[in-house]
């Protein structure tokens, strides 16, 4: 069952949590220019700029006076490494639309300290118009990111942490492309915008096995789970990389994965208002709640416990023009019974 943890006034995607239990949520700048975009979730309840109001201080009408670089622009993820630091993937695409200069990064930040201790830049080569970097995994040595582009041509982006350098890998694969016959629908109906655009996303989901030897990815308009070895996507030559790309199965159209401590990949099935998972080649049905519109990205606490950011991506006003800017989203925690 699913028991509501928090509920928030803007359209939340990301969740994480480190290794002592705190919880850190995002807004990204989609349909409204959040006041926040990355928080952490206070036991009580209440929301925290985070790391501090000055860097959450941007604003789309202000973009002139403030810098991408040192702002949070359009943050997708948040993800804490268990090492003791939180990093967020800032797409640097309000609205999905334009990059800013300046805006795609990746930021490592300290929790010890609650500052900044390094940001991670990605020019055009690595995040070119169109691009919309989506979410991202540490290897387990804390050598290496690694980050889906669900944008208009998907691909993933490996991160050497240690000499900053990035790399676009797959870019136009099949195996990062949304499936163009494929067409994602909410309660039994295509999910359409008024002009007739359906769901686009492209690499999205992501998932790193526990020794971190295998990365797993997928796109939400897509049924299919793609698996590569990490050491290849590290340093195998770029034009050698389709060659090594493996199909695990198929999930059927999904947007966050997690890989639990246990080995258990979680998926979040959009179009079922539910929750899978995936146990070597079997996949079942763990939960469906229709309360739950969107289940968007897992994370896991230090007690096990295993979070999911509800979205609610079919209410926004991209497709239901009804709808104001802002959405009203939850966060949940699962609970299974004995």
Known sequence: MLKEVASFDHQVTGVTANETGRLFVNFPRWTEDSEVSVAELL??????????PRWNA??????????????????????????????????GA??????????????????????????YPFGLDVAPQGSYLNDVRLSPDGKFAYITDSGTSGALVVVNLESGKARRALDGAPSTQFEKRLTVKVDGKPLQRP???GVQFAADGIALSPNGDTLYWQAVKGKTLYQMATDALQSAPLADLPGKVEKVGENGPADGLLIDNAGTMYISSVEDHAIKVRRGAEVSVLLEDKKMRWPDTFTQGPDGTVYVTDSRIPDMNFYNPKQGPALKTSLYKIVVKD
């Open 58 to 91: 941007w604003r789309n009408a202000q973009q002139d006076s403030l810098t991408a670089t040192d702002h949070w622009v359009c943050v997708q993820s948040v993800v804490a490494d268990k090492r003791g630091s939180l990093w967020v993937i800032d797409a």
């Open 43 to 52: 036991p009580n309840g209440d929301l925290k700029a985070y790391p501090d």
């Open 195 to 197: 002009d007739g655009r």
């Open 94 to 119: 309000p609205a999905q639309a334009q990059v800013l200069p300046g805006g795609p990064k990746l930021v490592k930040i300290d929790l010890a300290s609650n500052t900044v201790a390094k940001v």
